[in-house]
C-alpha cells in the first residue's frame, strides 16, 4: 500500500488546468521514463486518440517497445458484436490477441512472454455491467505473479463522480464477466479508481500506476467532455445514449428488442418486441409517462429489427425521448421492470432477468413479489452508504 501511494503521488498530484485524459500526458517526463526501454502491451480499442487525435498504439509504436496488443469486446475498431479472433494489426504487423473470444475472455501468462508492462486505454461507461473493467481486472490478475506493471492511463466517469446508484453487487455473483466486482450498478468511479480498489481488495499486489486525468471534477456528466465522441462500442455511436444505456440497460435481458441495429441509431432509445400489438404499445407509453419521471417522455414507436434480438421482424413497442436530466437510474429500472411484468406477464418473466444485471436475487424477487420501490429503496440506500465508505480509499479526484 505504500508504494501505492508513493506512486500515486508522482503520478496524481499535478497542476491541472484544462481537461486531459491520462493518454494526453504520455509526453510528460516522469511518465515517459516509466515506459522508456521497457517491452510493453497495450490494452485498447479506437477510442484512445489523445486531444490532437493521435491513438494509443500509434504513439506507443513510434516512441516506444511495443511488441503486442490486446483488444476487449467489440475489438480493436469498437466494430464488433460477436466473439472476435485474434489476427495481425496492418498499420504495426503487431499480433492482436482478442480478449473476447467464445473459448476464453482473459489472457494467459503464455501471452506475456518478454513483456514488462501493460498499457491500458479503455473508455468506460460508468455502469458495473459494462466488460471493459472485468477485462482489466483478468489482466491484473495475470500480470501480479509475473511481476508484470500495469499503467493504466485514466479517463474521467463519463456518468460523474458524485452520482452512485443501484445494488450493491451480491459477493455470490462476482467475478463474472458482466459482474466483476461488489459495486453499485453507477459506481461513480473512473476505471483507475477501481482497478485501484480491487487491487488492494481482493489482494492482487500487482504493480499498478494510474496516470491520472488532469482538470476534471467528480460533478462533471457526460454532457461536460470536452473532445470529439469516440464511440467505445457499436451500440453507443452517440455520447447522450451512454446516459440511456444507464438509465435501463439491464432490461437487455428480457424478452424485448432494444433497438440494436446495423446502425445503432435506436439503440436504447426504444423497447419493444414482435409479439406486442400497436394497441399494447399504445398503452405502455401511457403508463410508463404515469410514472412521472422529469425529462423523460415515452410515445409508441414502431421498427424493424435489424440486429440481435427478433432480427428481420417489426417490432411494437415505445421510444424514449430524454432531455438529459438527471435520472435516478435504479428507480427507473425497478419501476419500468415491474410494469413490463404487470402488463405483460406472459410475455416477460423475472426468469428472463440477468441477475447479476441487476446486482442480486433479492432486487430481482422483490421486482417479482410487487414490492414498492419505496421499501427496497431503503435497502439499496444502506448499501450505498456503507459503499461510499469504501470507494472513499480509492478516489483520485
Known amino acids: 500500500m505504500k508504494n501505492l501511494y508513493l506512486c500515486l503521488l508522482l503520478l496524481v498530484t499535478l497542476p491541472s488546468f484544462a481537461m486531459e485524459f491520462g493518454l494526453d500526458r504520455l ?13 510493453l502491451a497495450v490494452l485498447t480499442h479506437a477510442a484512445a486518440r489523445n486531444k490532437k487525435g493521435e491513438h494509443l498504439i ?3 509504436f513510434h516512441s516506444y517497445k511495443l511488441k503486442k496488443i490486446f483488444a ?29 473470444k467464445s473459448s476464453s475472455k482473459s489472457l494467459s501468462p503464455a501471452d506475456l512472454i518478454g513483456i514488462d508492462a501493460i498499457v491500458i486505454d479503455l473508455q468506460d461507461v460508468g455502469v458495473r455491467y459494462y466488460t471493459y473493467f472485468s477485462t482489466i481486472a483478468a489482466i ?40 466483476y466486482h461488489t459495486v453499485p450498478t453507477r459506481h461513480g468511479m473512473t476505471l483507475g479508481e477501481l482497478a485501484l480498489m480491487i487491487n488492494a481488495e481482493k489482494k492482487m499486489d500487482v504493480k499498478l500506476s494510474v496516470i491520472a486525468a488532469t482538470g476534471w471534477v467528480r460533478e ?6 470536452d473532445r470529439p465522441w469516440l464511440a467505445p462500442s457499436p451500440a453507443l455511436i452517440e455520447l447522450p445514449q451512454v446516459g440511456l444505456y444507464a438509465i435501463w440497460g439491464t432490461l437487455e435481458s428480457i424478452n424485448l428488442a432494444v ?7 435506436l439503440a436504447f432509445k426504444v423497447i419493444g418486441a414482435p409479439w ?14 404515469q410514472l412521472g419521471f422529469k425529462g423523460v417522455e415515452f ?16 417490432a411494437n413497442g415505445v421510444k424514449l425521448k430524454w432531455d438529459g436530466t438527471e435520472v435516478r437510474t435504479d428507480e427507473f429500472t425497478y419501476k419500468v421492470s415491474s410494469l413490463l411484468i404487470k402488463l405483460f406477464p406472459d410475455q416477460i418473466g423475472t426468469d428472463q432477468f440477468a441477475v447479476a444485471s441487476f446486482g442480486s436475487l433479492r432486487m430481482v424477487n422483490a421486482i417479482r413479489q410487487g414490492v414498492p420501490w419505496d421499501n427496497y429503496k431503503t435497502i439499496i440506500d444502506a448499501e450505498l452508504t456503507a459503499f461510499r465508505l469504501r470507494r472513499a480509499l480509492f478516489l483520485l479526484y
Not at 475489438?75 to 499480433?95: H, Q, W
Not at 490478475?141 to 443501484?166: F, Q
Not at 433497438?259 to 441509431?265: D, I, M, S
Open 276 to 289: 406486442m400489438t400497436t394497441e399494447q404499445s399504445i398503452k405502455l407509453a401511457f403508463d410508463l409517462n
Open 140 to 179: 491484473m490478475k495475470t500480470c501480479a505473479p509475473l511481476g508484470i506493471e500495469v499503467v493504466l492511463l485514466d479517463r474521467p466517469n463519463l456518468l460523474g463522480g458524485k452520482i452512485i446508484e443501484g445494488q450493491v453487487l451480491d459477493p455470490a455473483l462476482a467475478g463474472k464477466f458482466t459482474s
Open 27 to 39: 509526453n510528460e517526463p516522469a511518465i515517459i521514463e516509466k515506459l522508456e526501454g521497457k517491452n
Open 72 to 100: 476487449p469486446e467489440h475489438g480493436l475498431r469498437t466494430m464488433e458484436d460477436d466473439f472476435i479472433a485474434d489476427v495481425i494489426d496492418e498499420a504495426t504487423g503487431l499480433p492482436v490477441i482478442s480478449l473476447y
Open 58 to 60: 500509434d504513439i506507443l
Open 299 to 314: 410515445t409508441p414507436f414502431s421498427w424493424t429489427v435489424t440486429r440481435a434480438k427478433y432480427v428481420g421482424k417489426v
Open 259 to 265: 433497438g440494436r441495429g446495423l446502425t445503432n441509431e
Open 220 to 225: 462533471n456528466l457526460l454532457f461536460n467532455l
